[in-house]
C-alpha cells in the first residue's frame, strides 16, 4: 500500500462514506420543510430543489474544483471541505429564510464535490493496479451502507423534528482532525519512485459511460419509491427498508468488482454490469407481490456496485498522477449530471407508459444493447 497507515486509509473510507449524505441524509425531512414553509409560493419547488440544488453545483463545478484541488493541494482542500461541509450542511438546524437554505445547499454540493475529487485522486496515488481495486470495492461498500445508515439517521430525526436530520453533517467536525493528523498526500517526487508510467489517454468515453450508468442507475431511488407506494399502497417505511437493501447490495457488488477483474477487462466488465441491471429492471417491472421487491432491488443495487467501481478504475488507470485530480473532477461531474438529468429524461417515459411499464421498457432496451454489442464483438472477433 506504498507505505500508507491504515489510520490515512480509514481516513479516507469515511470521508468516501460522508459524499453518499449529499442527498439522502435529509430526504425524510423535505415534507415537514414544505409544511413549515407553506406560506411561501412555489414551496413545492423549492423543497425538492432543495435535494437537487447540491448534484446540479457538483455536476457543473467540480471540472472547476478539480483545477483548483491541484493547485491549492489534496490535504488542505479536504480541510477546506469539511468546514465548508459541516458549516453549510448543518445551516438547517438554524436557518428561516428559504433563500438561504438554498445558498447553504449550493455550497454544501461544492463541500462534497471537493470530498469527492480528493478521495478519487488519492485512491489513485496510493494504491496500484489490484490493491487498487480491491480498496475502491470496499471504498463503494463504504458508501452504499453510509447511505443505507444515513436514511434510516435522517428518518428517525425527522420524527422527533425536521431539523434534526440536519444535524448528520457533524460528522464533518469529526472528521477534520483525522484529515489533519493521519491524512497523507503524496508529493510528484514521491509518486515518480512508485508510479509506473501511464500513458495520457482521452477520456471522454468513459466520462459518457460514468454519465449512461448514473442516468440509468438513479431510476431506482427516484422511481421505484413511487411504484411501491402509489401503485402497490405499500407504507413510506417499506420503500425506505427496500431501499436500504439495494444499498447493500450496491456494497456486495462493488467488493466483487476486484474479482471480476482479475478475469475480465473494464468494458467487459461494464456489459456484464449492465446486463444484471437491466434484469433488475425486468424483475421489478414484473413484481406482482409487494414483498417480492426485497428480492428484485438488490438485482439493480448489486449491478450498479459493480458499475460504479468499474468506471472509477478504469479512468484511475489511464491517467497519471498530475492528471489525476483534474480527471477525478470531470468524472465527478458527469456522474453528477447523470443524477440530477435521470428523473428529467426518463419522465415523458413514466408518463407514457406508467412507472411498472417503465422498468420494463428501460429493462428491454438495456438487454437488447447488451446482447447487440455482445453479437457484434463475436462477429468482430470471427473475423479477425
Known amino acids: 500500500m506504498n507505505n500508507i497507515s491504515r489510520t490515512a486509509i ?5 470521508i468516501s462514506m460522508t459524499t453518499m449524505m449529499s442527498n439522502v441524509a435529509i430526504v ?61 450542511g448543518t445551516a438547517g438546524l438554524y436557518l428561516d429564510d428559504i433563500k438561504s437554505f438554498l445558498i447553504s445547499r449550493a455550497m454544501f454540493g461544492i463541500a462534497v464535490a471537493t470530498l469527492m475529487i480528493v478521495v478519487t485522486s488519492l485512491v489513485g496515488d496510493y494504491f496500484k493496479q489490484e490493491q487498487r ?30 431539523r434534526l436530520p440536519f444535524g448528520i453533517y457533524f460528522i464533518g467536525v469529526v472528521l477534520l482532525p483525522m484529515v489533519i493528523f493521519f491524512l497523507a498526500e503524496k508529493s510528484k517526487e514521491d509518486m515518480s ?11 471522454i468515453g468513459i466520462y459518457g459511460l460514468a454519465f449512461f450508468y448514473m442516468l440509468i442507475f438513479f431510476i431506482l431511488p427516484t422511481q421505484i419509491p413511487f411504484l411501491i407506494i402509489d401503485t402497490f399502497g405499500a407504507s413510506g417505511k417499506m420503500a425506505s427498508s427496500i431501499i436500504a437493501l439495494a444499498f447493500l447490495s450496491n456494497a456486495i457488488g462493488a467488493i466483487s468488482f476486484s474479482k471480476l477483474k482479475q478475469k475480465y477487462s473494464f468494458s467487459t466488465i461494464y456489459i456484464i454490469a449492465l446486463f444484471i441491471i437491466g434484469i433488475g429492471f425486468l424483475a421489478i417491472g414484473n413484481v406482482h407481490d409487494v414483498h417480492l421487491f426485497y428480492l428484485t432491488s438488490p438485482i439493480m ?37 447523470g443524477q440530477f438529468f435521470s428523473p428529467i429524461v426518463f419522465h415523458p ?36
Not at 463545478?61 to 483548483?68: D, E, K, N, T
Not at 478504469?314 to 470531470?330: A, D, I, N, P, Q
Not at 428491454?364 to 462477429?379: N, P, W
Open 349 to 384: 417515459f413514466v408518463a407514457y407508459f406508467g412507472v411498472q411499464h417503465f422498468f420494463i421498457f428501460i429493462g428491454c432496451c438495456l438487454v437488447t444493447i447488451v446482447v447487440v454489442i455482445t453479437s457484434f464483438l463475436r462477429y468482430k472477433t470471427k473475423l479477425t
Open 193 to 203: 519512485l512508485i508510479e509506473e508510467q501511464t500513458v495520457q489517454k482521452k477520456l
Open 10 to 14: 480509514f481516513t479516507l473510507l469515511l
Open 28 to 88: 425524510t425531512t423535505l415534507p415537514r420543510l414544505k409544511d413549515y414553509f407553506s406560506d411561501i409560493e412555489n414551496i413545492e419547488f423549492y423543497s425538492r430543489l432543495m435535494l437537487t440544488l447540491p448534484s446540479l453545483v457538483i455536476a457543473f463545478l467540480s471540472p472547476f474544483i478539480g483545477h483548483f484541488v491541484y493547485k491549492f493541494g489534496k490535504k488542505n482542500s479536504a480541510i477546506l471541505a469539511l468546514i465548508i461541509f459541516s458549516l453549510t
Open 301 to 337: 443495487g448489486f449491478g450498479g456496485g459493480i458499475m460504479m467501481t468499474n468506471v472509477t478504475a478504469w479512468m484511475l488507470s489511464r491517467t497519471s498522477f498530475e492528471k489525476r485530480v483534474k480527471s477525478s473532477g470531470y468524472l465527478t461531474s458527469f456522474l453528477f449530471m
Open 133 to 162: 481495486h480491491k480498496f475502491m470495492g470496499y471504498q463503494s461498500a463504504f458508501m452504499a451502507i453510509g447511505g443505507v445508515g444515513f436514511v434510516i439517521g435522517g428518518g428517525v430525526l425527522s420524527d422527533i423534528d425536521w
